[in-house]
């Protein structure tokens, strides 16, 4: 989001600088009212943005946005009930506050004294109600805004110009100063917005520019920050503050560049990690399969190592040893290629709750599944290699499974599974 720039016709007619204040003697302004121009440029906001709720559309002021998803009906009630576009009166806190404080002076002796009220606030860091005394003063020019629309064609040509010109300082100033609030308050959008309004009315002004190259930066919109601060050290070179948002646009460009590098590198380590695997497994023609419920493994996985990226490091399985008479199992993270099962059996067994001494590794025989759903006898001193490169044989979800039963039993066990494969086919 770029701050924008003032529309060509509302440049001309008004060039406003801090400490500059028109004049009768000063040159005619074109256009009949001023202070509408400033408020309607304060209000325009047609390029399309997303909202603080994260919906996509035009930028509505937070008292607005709730009425998005309301009928016709709820929104001329709900709008009636605001000083700029209600059509009767009715009996309104606000109205009635702001209606006993237009007697007590002019539009901009009101808005000046919420003004002033917002600055003493504001400076004993009460940031909330300081940004309610700004919106205040902001609302009573809204309220003379609606009473000029409806003023005659005379009366708008008698308008003092130099209470106009003061008016419109007191609103840029308060949208400046609100901005502020919201920068405290971590309301980073809504101090873009009253920024970038305070721009439309006065395109050098420093403060909205310094505010929106903070909340922007906050948000973690560098590109934005850095335009955003660009132009207000264009206006300003010397200016302290935009010189220490452009170290921290710097700073932070340079720590997002790092991570993306990071990032990136991550990423191609990844890929490479994973073609090398794929092309080792084809080496050795080891086969995978894949169901649609794999189990969670956390961090074991099939891998190359001791390097993940050497095509000549050895390979690594997950594997579960099953026992399936006692419904047990035990897992090695790291099965390796080269490695025997009497080499991981000679420190598994004897097993804990094995009381009859069944399970040792020279009476027990060992199994792993066919991708037939048949059972392929494996000899205990063959490296797993050998045993995953056979033809019928598949790791299935990255995770090798071994049966492991006592040689007097396996044969019954081994009659039993085959029975109940063949119930599951028929079923």
Known sequence: ??????????????????????????????????LTQAMNAFASNATPTTNDDGSAGPQLPPGFAAMRNKSGTEILEELNKSPLFMTSLEENDDVEALKALAYEGTPAEVSQS??????????????????????????????????????????????????????????????????????????????????????????????????????????????????????????????????????????KNEEVSATRKRELERQQRKWLEEQTLKAALKARDVKLLATTQPPEMEDAKIELV???????????????????????????????????????????????????????????????????????????????LKILSSENVAVTDEVVKIFVVPKSNADTWVQDFKKKKAAEKSS
């Open 114 to 251: 919420f003004k002033e009220h917002g600055n003493e606030t504001f400076k004993q860091k009460g940031w909330k109600d300081a940004k309610e005394f700004y919106t205040k003063a902001i609302q009573v020019l809204l309220i003379e805004v609606r009473k000029r629309q409806n003023s005659s064609k005379e009366e708008k040509q008698n308008e003092d110009v130099e209470e106009v010109m003061k008016e419109i300082n007191i609103l840029e100033a308060c949208l400046v100063n609100r901005a502020a609030c919201h920068l405290e308050l971590k309301n980073f959008r809504s101090c873009t917005m009253d920024c970038g309004s305070a721009l439309r009315i006065n395109g050098r002004n420093v403060k909205a520019y310094y505010r929106s190259a903070r909340a922007l930066w906050s948000l973690g919109k560098i590109v934005e920050a850095d335009d955003a601060c660009a132009r207000g050290l264009a206006i300003d070179s010397e200016n302290v503050a935009l010189k220490a948002v452009a170290r921290d646009i710097i700073k």
């Open 1 to 34: 989001m770029k701050i924008e720039e003032l529309s060509g016709d509302f440049a001309d007619s008004v060039n406003i600088s801090e400490g500059h204040t028109a004049s009768k003697n000063d040159a005619p302004i074109p256009g009949p009212d001023l």
């Open 306 to 384: 001791p390097d993940p990226v050497d095509p000549t490091s050895t390979l690594s399985f997950p594997t579960v040893l099953l026992y399936p008479l006692h419904l047990q199992s035990d897992f090695i993270k790291a099965f390796n290629e080269t490695e025997t099962l009497t080499h991981h059996l000679s420190y598994i067994l004897p097993l804990p709750w094995d009381k009859e001494g069944a399970y040792t590794p020279a009476s027990v025989e060992c199994y792993i599944e066919t991708v037939k759903g048949g059972l392929l006898k494996v000899g205990k001193k063959a490296v797993l």
